[in-house]
């Protein structure tokens, strides 16, 4: 594959700070770019993917413009990233929607699957949309044999996209050609503690930089509450599934499992989102790139509606307007699910992908 502008930008920048050296103890990124003498695009991809976009270097940088040499690695790692998404992209043609994805285009979406619903739910069932006596029965206002096809074919569609995307991502590093690591890494499970406790999301103890000499814990908190109340949620329709299988079927009480799990993992999901699209107003523009900060928002946004309407379908449940909520809550989980191969869920596999390499 040719290089592109990118890339011999990258290969450029790389050069420097490998001449340098003096954040090599920030974070795997640089440690990783010692083993190279030159940096090819699977070697940058490698390295983009392994930054987790702290910002501490930028701030050390005594090449940082207005120096001539015009060094910012976590705005060059965030462009590099979104290329990288394009490239192990499935469908391949789907790759260019990274660049085009904004929040306009994601509520967009949401709004045709909503109206999809809505008018297939009217077609299907009727006045279920407006009925007052449906028992907080999901399944009265749309069938299960409905939903399960519905979100069944999608869901298939996704984890085909994304296991391609992972596919090329590993296949992509097998590539690159750095000298091997002479120190003990800690291996697989080192790995999954970087995943689990997003390490690098501060240096040695130290939490993200917001400007020059600004640090706070937020954005990894936020981050946390985000990635876990996602896991919950996630946990909680899993349940749902096993109950439903085992002879148990919804509505459930609130006591029950599945809705406490998805409460909090909600309530965690409102919180960290809606706590991470204020926190990235009053960040530096110079840590990231309007591309990914576009992939960025309209992730969380998608996010964000998620929980709310979830939260909201819960505490009505009970109420006329429930069936409403139902299918606006539905249309919004689908644009999700349609938009993760191609959105910035991406930067969280291929992350992991790299810090299993990076600890083998």
Do not use: K
Not at 178 to 190: K, N, S
Not at 270 to 281: K, Q, V, Y
């Amino acid at each position: 594959m040719q290089p592109t502008e990118l890339t011999r930008e990258g290969a450029r920048v790389m050069t420097v700070c490998n001449a340098c050296r003096y954040c090599e103890q920030y974070c795997p990124a640089f440690q990783a770019m010692e083993q190279r003498v030159t940096f090819a695009r699977a070697d940058l991809n490698y390295l983009a993917n392994l930054c987790h976009g702290c910002g501490e270097c930028l701030y050390a940088c005594q090449y940082a413009p207005p120096h001539e040499l015009a060094i910012n690695v976590p705005r060059m790692f965030a462009q590099l990233r979104v290329q990288s998404y394009e490239q192990y992209a499935w469908p391949a043609a789907l790759g260019a929607a990274f660049r085009r994805q904004g929040v306009m285009t994601a509520l967009l979406l949401a709004a045709v699957m909503i109206a999809l619903l809505v008018g297939a739910t009217v077609a299907l069932n009727g006045d279920a949309l407006l009925e007052a006596d449906t028992g907080a029965d999901f399944y009265a206002v749309v069938p299960h044999i409905v939903m399960v096809a519905m979100f069944g074919g999608v869901g298939l569609f996704v984890l085909v996209a994304l296991a391609i995307g992972a596919a090329r991502c590993a296949r992509d590093q097998r590539t690159m050609n750095a000298a091997p690591a002479h120190e003990d890494r800690g291996g697989t499970g080192a790995a999954l503690g970087d995943m689990l406790t997003l390490n690098h999301l501060h240096v040695a103890g130290r939490d993200c930089v917001t400007a020059l000499e600004t640090r706070t814990p937020w954005r990894r908190w936020l981050h946390h509450a985000t990635f876990y109340g996602f896991m919950l949620c996630f946990a909680s329709t899993c349940v749902a599934t096993l109950y439903h299988f085992t002879g148990t079927p919804a509505p459930y009480a609130y006591s029950s499992l599945p809705v406490l799990l998805g409460t909090a993992g909600g309530i965690a999901l409102f919180i960290g989102t809606a706590g991470a699209l204020l926190h990235r107003r009053s960040r530096d523009a110079a840590l990231t790139d309007a591309t990914q900060n576009n992939l960025d928002r309209s992730f969380l946004v998608l996010l964000l509606l998620t929980a709310g309407t979830g939260l909201l379908l819960l505490a009505l449940r009970h109420h006329g307007v429930m069936g409403l909520l139902l299918v606006v809550h539905l249309g919004v989980v689908l644009t999700l699910f349609l938009t993760l191969p191609y959105g910035r869920f991406v930067h969280g596999l291929y992350r992991g992908i790299a810090l299993l390499r990076y600890r083998a």
